[in-house]
């Protein structure tokens, strides 16, 4: 069984969407906190870093120098070289790739960029045989000045403008900066097409239909990117389109375009994320989701390495959070940095390589990891990527090997075992604010996983001398549902439960124990385990989640009780 | 390599915890690094539906990867292995060098040279699966590197043509001098699946059914019939393109062409 991650929200992780909740995962669903915190400070490489835009980039010398040298404004320019946050709303000189277009529009060798006007006249969009609104009208409107160049074309005034086409200029610069450096340095041509960019993305919700279904009316600011296939365009009615296309949205005082990080994060997918690592496939552990992780790693480690800058999405994303804002040079280790989402677990790997990156340059680094990269396919595993990774590296260098295999050592990425320590916890307290997500079998179940479809991590509870019962319990819902989920969780002494890949992926556990409704919180449910599942476990039980419903569920908080004496109550379990 | 039991060769880390770990899995035959590889015990992986894999067809499909990797390791002493998930079948190969015995023209015949000279590697063998036959998707070069990726397809007998396998890829990788360097697959051991018992028609029908209220509205597109991989076996199934009207959501139903099950989900857009 193979299937690719669903994850709402750009760069964002989000919850599910349950019925009707399409659209407000579509609309923004991604927090509305208030943006802004300063990125860390930036990471300086060795001299052989590859800096931004490299070619296509900041011009050479001071703006005034640069200025001096082009005596008209052709081909000229200004962008945020990362974000308006970054560059503390300093927008850089740059000279602009020369467009193919002749009506003076920003259609480049390999970006066709569009704004995404808040406008009359885009396609309609149904909701069943409702027509609920549209979609915004796509224009270019940056245009050629009479010099030449871009110049005329600054950062508006209102950052809330929804049509303003500095946002095309910012995207048409990016987009063909990362496409030069992924090509001019190493070669890489999966993209050497115009690939279609909208910016300035919003969806407008009929007055008429907006309280029927819940919805604000009027223009809906869309807090998020992502890279779309040619096909997923008609979900929207647009016409169709002979390529993929990566999407921005305008999201209040946010313009996601002016976010170069987020650009060249989407960028990273469509160049290398299409093709591999879009599996989600069950191993003997669970449901290993290491494949879209390690997508989303690659993302964010190529856009880091692109601005020389660790923090993706300063701007861009800290609007919909500052918790969500990715920090390579913050250290995450595998397994407990595990959460179960993509983005968040990506960071593991990302962090290590731009820590190698720190030691070695990411003239090598980035050479080693796109090399590797290149060999993977849909499903390549943790275990497989590091290897190859480190493979690429020791046919390069015995030291820079030494140096990949020392981090990916220290963040415990060779030979890591999903398994984590169940103890109290809370997903609004920990640094991602993530919940637990256990899909359920509509996604996943098909006809295997009789016992329910695993989560993609398990837990283990150190049991100390004497503990005659554990009780485990978790605050569980299911979004969309008013019902507590299906829960259950199969329970293994001293090692950790096994699925049987023969066999549907039926678990291979001592016990598997329903989470029942916890007799003192409606909201909770709980297991009190005694019996055979505490004898022999040498000090450690494993825990694997499962989810026998057809709709997902989230774990968002734990608790973990131990017993020296046997307990009574509705949910004692005595494992035989 | 020998086609040894070792217990020792699972979870991939030392230690009695592993050896026990290792005695109590059923049907694991996972294969690290440079550990010898033996295919699951008769018994442990129990056949569901006529064409689901019996140990025996496993086990047959492991060793003929094992001679193949055996007649590479000849050759690239190095030769480093990381077995797939359920451990039958190589994820990849690294340390590897191997050249056609005379040069080819192309990459592509070399590539495919190496697939035909090492079948093995996709657990044909000695009766143990269907041979596949690769289509090159693209050649993706970073300097003077090639990486060729292919397009499995098997042979359906009921259908007399050949479907590709969905999600499944091979690659191999030459370097500067048109030698072989690399491969990765993902490919599972192919048999033949069961015959398809539901239509096209019923498959979109399921393939709505299964994307729940949220989809109620979504676009499905004509179903086509490929071969899918789930649980070590090879499944006739329908492909089924559906866009919801609302959100962005792009997901690829696979309705089991058999039974009308799920075999998967995709959901195509990355964000």
């Known amino acids: 069984m193979k299937r690719s991650l669903d994850v709402c929200g750009a760069c964002l992780p989000t919850r599910g969407s349950a019925a009707g909740l399409a659209l407000m995962a579509l609309l923004g669903g991604c927090g509305t906190e208030s943006p802004g915190t300063n990125p860390s400070t930036f990471e300086v490489v060795g001299a052989d870093g590859l800096r931004a835009g490299d070619g296509v980039g900041p011009d050479a010398g001071s703006d005034d120098a640069a200025e001096a040298d082009a005596p008209t404004g052709a081909l000229r320019g200004r962008v945020y070289l990362h974000d308006p946050v970054t560059d503390q709303g300093e927008t850089t000189l740059v000279t602009l790739v020369q467009p193919i277009s002749t009506d003076g529009t920003l259609h480049g060798p390999y970006a066709n960029v569009w704004n995404c006007l808040n406008q009359p006249g885009g396609p309609k969009v149904r909701y069943g045989e409702v027509e609920v609104g549209a979609f915004c ?91 779309v296939p040619k096909d997923a365009f008609a979900a929207f009615h647009l016409p169709p389109r002979k390529a993929d296309a990566i999407i921005f949205g305008q999201h209040g005082k946010t313009d996601l375009a002016y976010d170069a990080s987020v650009i060249y994060h989407e960028y990273t997918h469509a160049m290398i994320g299409t093709t591999r690592l ?62 179960g989402e993509i983005h968040a677990d990506g960071r593991i790997l990302s962090s290590a390589l731009w820590r190698v990156r720190a030691q070695i340059g990411a003239q090598f680094v980035d050479g080693v990891v796109l090399r590797a990269v290149q060999q993977f ?43 984590k320590p169940w103890k109290d916890w809370k997903a609004e307290d920990t640094v991602d604010k993530v919940p637990y997500r256990l899909m359920g079998r509509g996604k996943l179940g098909g006809q295997g996983f009789p016992d329910g479809v695993p989560g993609p991590l398990q837990f283990s509870v150190a049991l100390p001398s004497g503990t005659k019962a554990v009780t485990l319990r978790w605050q569980a819902w299911a979004p969309g549902f008013f019902s507590q989920p299906t829960l259950a969780i199969g329970v293994q ?76 109550g509705p949910n004692l379990r005595t494992c035989k | ?39 699951p ?53 690294t340390a590897l060098r191997w050249q056609p015995r005379s040069a080819l023209a192309t990459p592509e015949a070399t590539a495919r040279a190496f697939l035909a000279a090492h079948v093995g590697l996709c657990g044909v063998g000695a009766n143990a699966g269907m041979p596949p036959r690769f289509e090159l998707l693209a050649i993706e070069r970073l300097r003077a590197r090639a990486v060729l990726r292919f397009q499995p397809f098997a042979q359906v007998a009921e259908l007399g043509r050949a479907l590709p396998i969905e999600g499944a890829v091979a690659s191999v990788t030459l370097d500067e001098s048109g030698a072989v360097i690399g ?45 899918a991989q789930q649980w070590g076996a090879t499944r006739l199934a329908y492909s089924v393109p559906t866009v919801a009207r609302i959100g962005v959501q792009h997901e690829r139903v696979l309705i089991d062409a058999h039974d009308g099950s799920v075999v998967a989900r995709d959901n195509e857009v990355r964000q």
């Open chain 1, 137 to 227: 009208l796509e224009q270019q409107t940056a245009k050629v000045g009479d010099d030449g160049g871009w110049l005329h074309i600054l950062p508006p005034t209102d950052p809330s403008d929804p049509e303003d086409p500095f946002a095309e200029v910012q995207m048409y610069h990016h987009v063909h900066a990362m496409h030069a450096y992924f090509k001019d340095h190493f070669g890489l041509s999966a993209v050497d097409y115009p690939l279609d960019a909208l910016v300035n993305v919003n969806l407008y919700i009929d007055p008429k239909i907006a309280p029927l279904a819940g919805l604000s009316p009027g223009w809906q600011d869309f807090a998020n990117a992502a890279f």
């Open chain 2, 41 to 93: 015990r008769q018994g442990q992986a129990r056949a569901t539906t006529p064409t689901d894999p019996t140990p025996a067809h496993l086990q047959r499909a492991h060793l003929a990867a094992e001679a193949a990797i055996a007649s590479l390791r000849a050759r690239s002493r190095g030769l480093k292995v990381q077995w797939q998930r359920d451990g039958v079948l190589p994820e990849l190969l």
């Open chain 1, 493 to 568: 002494p001293a090692k950790p439960v096994t699925l049987n890949l023969f066999d549907k992926g039926k678990i291979d556990a001592k016990a598997v124990m329903p989470m029942s409704p916890d007799p003192g919180d409606i909201a909770w449910q709980s297991v009190t385990l005694t019996g055979a599942c505490l004898e022999g476990a040498a000090g450690k039980l494993y825990v694997l989640p499962l989810n026998a419903a057809n709709a997902d569920a989230e774990v968002t908080r734990m608790t973990l009780t131990m017993h020296t004496t046997t307990p009574t």
């Open chain 2, 1 to 39: 390599m020998s086609g040894r039991w070792s217990l020792l060769r699972w979870p991939r880390r030392s230690g009695s915890s592993a050896l026990a770990v290792a005695t109590a899995l059923a049907a694991a035959a996972l294969c690290p690094q440079g550990v010898e590889a033996t295919p």
């Open chain 1, 377 to 419: 396919t849909k499903a390549t595993s943790l275990q497989g990527a590091v290897k190859l990774i480190l493979s690429e590296a020791e046919g390069e260098d015995a030291a820079m090997h030494a140096a990949f295999k020392k981090i990916f050592t220290e963040q415990g990425l060779i030979d890591c075992l999903r398994v």
């Open chain 1, 278 to 339: 879009t599996s989600m496939i069950p191993d003997f552990y669970g449901i290993d989701h290491m494949p879209g992780a390690l997508n989303e790693a690659f993302a964010d480690y190529f856009a880091a390495s692109m601005t020389n800058h660790p923090v993706i999405g300063a701007y861009a994303i800290a609007a919909s959070g500052a918790h969500l804002i990715r920090d390579l040079s913050i250290v995450r280790r595998c397994p407990l940095d595990l959460i």
């Open chain 2, 183 to 227: 491969f990765t697959s993902d490919l599972n051991v192919l048999l033949a699946p069961s015959p398809a018992r539901i239509t096209a028609g019923e498959a979109e029908r399921l393939a709505r059914a299964a994307l729940g209220p949220a989809f109620a509205t979504a676009q499905v597109g004509s179903a086509r019939l490929v071969l």
